[in-house]
């Protein structure tokens, strides 16, 4: 599910989003046969990357965390 769209964090899908919501504004029967599909595309996509960027950064800050956590362990069993 994506997270909510208006948000100070999706600037950056931002354009996207609006001109989905300018479609989405054309009314229900422009919507219903599908002239919106390409717009919808455009965020989903742009929102893809989005989670994807998030999901790299932190899968880097938790390696980091586990190095430390690896070598404080390491430190205790050499003093114990």
Do not use: Y
Request: charged residues 30%; proline residues 1%; glycine residues 2%.
């Amino acid at each position: 599910m994506h997270p909510h769209l208006h948000t100070k964090d999706n600037t950056a899908c931002e354009e996207v989003m609006t001109i989905l919501d300018e479609c989405h504004a054309r009314g229900f029967l422009w919507k219903s046969v599908g002239m919106c599909n390409d717009a919808k595309t455009q965020v989903n996509l742009c929102l893809r990357a989005q989670r994807l960027e998030r999901t790299r950064k932190n899968r880097e800050a938790a390696k980091v965390k586990n190095q430390e956590m690896r070598a404080k362990w390491a430190e205790i069993d050499a003093n114990s």
